[in-house]
Every structure is written in structure tokens, then in C-alpha cells.
């Protein structure tokens, strides 16, 4: 059954339907401006539609696919001796069946996924006395999965252990695999001023953002891929534009997430070390572009300022950059926790004090999703905004109140 909005038909349906899986196809008008196609199916097909633009014969189409699915014939019956034979009975095929992935149920850590940037035959950028980028943050990667690792709920895996390098998309799928809920990757800096100074965080830029969903939408190998975090969703079995939805939205939702974890690690930072940025930029970053894992690049400094470089290389700061990450990592999950995961369960028994924080809408989002969200009712989230309707606009932000146990404490 196939819904098109603001059309009719234009002519008779006229469809040659031997050798298919159809045997009719019918229309209606739902209403005086949608038109309603009906397929009549001899046995379950799998559909995939695509639409093409306007030539100098057609105008636009709306293009479906059906394709034979032969795991879903039945196989034919074992002759029977001795026993008249019965008449078949036409069976009319249901639906197909949407299998929905399990809810996620249990205490699992969260994964921290941490990339030290270059390694290697590629050391990055170099400090002025030597120093090479790629051993300054795999030290301070190695200090963060130290600390991370000492959260109890958390458990934090590096991209490499040693001097060796990686590609820059062999990084993301070594996250994937490891089931990461989290990115962060790890560098120092470089400018052509010396003078340059101060640390930064970076997510994903829109325009990355877009590129990357086309570019997993046209890869074949992509296609059959994962995507929703801990890896419940598969696009193979998609309808093209269905997942072309998918993956808007898992992009949209990632990327939301990563300012959202990138604002908390910045300010965590500044209180070590000068920032060169107060807000989370933007940049279309090659280990930034998982759809479906929230993702962080830090620039922990500029190696290519004397005096930073040197800070770089003490294990005092080392330590402290990679406290002041871990604070924010916590922080985001403490109020974004994946569920089925331990914090995600101290969260929902109340063992987690929530103080208030600010919420930016995103596309598609309600007052009562975000309600939901951050376990408030709509009615608190409305006279917390001093909101006189539901109505939301994309942008806007909202105070979520602090939790009564925040406020006890």
C-alpha cells in the first residue's frame, strides 16, 4: 500500500502483471488531494524505492522496486502415498514481519572509546624542542583510560597502544566494533604562529554531517553495516529511502550529543588550561563522521608554543587535561546514560543527583519527548519556561529542573 501526498491518477492502472508477485493493483483518492495505491501480492517481496527527477518525457517518479524473497516461499509439500490428493487452498501472504530490536536490559558499562591522534610513520605536529605530537597524546590517552576506567559503570578501550598508525577510518571502526557510546580522539595543536595558544574541542560540522550520510548511503559495504550505537539496526534490509531517514536521524542525534558532551569536556577543560575557543567548533574531521556514535576531537594545546609544549610533556598536566575530560564524559552520561547500562539504572532509582541544565532543540523533538527524556513531567517543563503552549521551536533552549535528590543535595 503506497500513500502519495497532493497527488491523483492521471490514467488507468494498467500493469502487466505475469511472471510477478502481482496479481492486481487498485487506487482510491483518501481524500480529494492524496491518492492511495493498493499492490496485490501472490507471496511476501522485499520493496525498494527510489525517486527520480523530471526528464523531457516524465515528469517527477516515484520509482518501487519488488524483489522476489525466496526465504519467504513455502516449500512445497512431501508427496503422500496412498492418500487422494486435496485441493490447494489459496493462502493470502501477511505482512512481513518488523522485528523490532530486544529493549536493552542489564547494567553494562559505557564504552569509551579513546583515539590518540597520528602514530607512527606520521607523528603530527612537532613542538620546538622535539616533541612529536603522537607520543604527547598517547600519554595522555593512556592517563584518560586510566581514569575513565576508575568510574565505576564506565570502561574505557584505546584505538592503539603503541608507536604504530591507523587509519583515520580503521580508528572509527575499531570504535564500532568495541561498541563505543563514546569517541573521544586526542591531539596537540599546530600553528604557523608560535604565538597561537589554548585548547579546543571539535564535533562534527552540519555540512560533514550531510556529506558523510550520502557517502554511507551510496557505499554498498555501508549499506549493510550498523547503526545505532551497540550496533541494533541494519540498513542492508532497508528500503533506500527508509534508510536514508535512518541514518538522518542518526546523524542528527549523534551529532546533538557530541556538542552536548563537547560543551561539558571544554568547560572541564578550562579550569586547567587556557581555551583558544569557549564553545565547541565545528570541522568535517575524518574520526568524526560515525553516524552512529556521539564523537569529540581535543586539541589538548598547541605543541608549536614553547610554553605549552612543555606543559604537554609533564605528567602533572597530562593528568590533569585528562581529569578535566573524564569530568565531562561523566557529566553527559551522568545525564544521557545509554539504557541498559549501570548508570543508566542508578539514574532511574534515583541514585543520580541531577541538578538544572540547559536542553537545545533539536528537529523533531516535542515537549513531551523531552519530558521523557529527563524523567520530568511537561507540566514542570512548561512552568519551569514559563511556556504558555507545547509548541516548540528548533533552537530554542530549555531549562530542565534539577531532580529533588539534586536539590537534598
Known sequence: MIDINGATLGGPLNVATANTPITAMRSAQRTPTDLRVVIDLKKAVTPKSFTLTPNAQYGNRLVVDLFDNPADAAPPP??????????AVPVTPSKPEIKLPPAPAGKRDIVVVIDAGHGGEDPGASGSRGQHEKDVVLSIA????????????????LTRTGDYFIPLRGRT???????????????????PSTAAFGASVFALSDRGATSETARWLADSENRSDLIGGAGNVSLDDKDRMLAGVLLDLSMTASLT????????????????TPLHKQRVEQAGFMVLKSPDIPSILVETGFISNANEASKLATASHQQALARSISSGVRQFFQQNPPPGTYIAWLRDSGKIAQGPRDHRVSPGETLAMIAVRYQVSAATLRSANKLSSDELKVGQTLTIPGTELAAKE
Open 78 to 87: 512431501p508427496p503422500a502415498p496412498n492418500v487422494a490428493t486435496v485441493p
Open 142 to 157: 593512556r592517563e584518560l583510560q586510566r581514569q575513565v576506567n576508575g568510574l565505576k559503570g564506565f570502561r574505557a578501550e
Open 173 to 191: 571502526e575499531i570504535a564500532r566494533k568495541k561498541g563505543a557510546d563514546l569517541f573521544v580522539s586526542i591531539h596537540a595543536d599546530a600553528a
Open 257 to 272: 550529543s557530541s556538542l552536548n558532551v563537547g560543551q561539558k569536556v571544554l568547560s572541564n577543560i578550562g579550569r586547567v
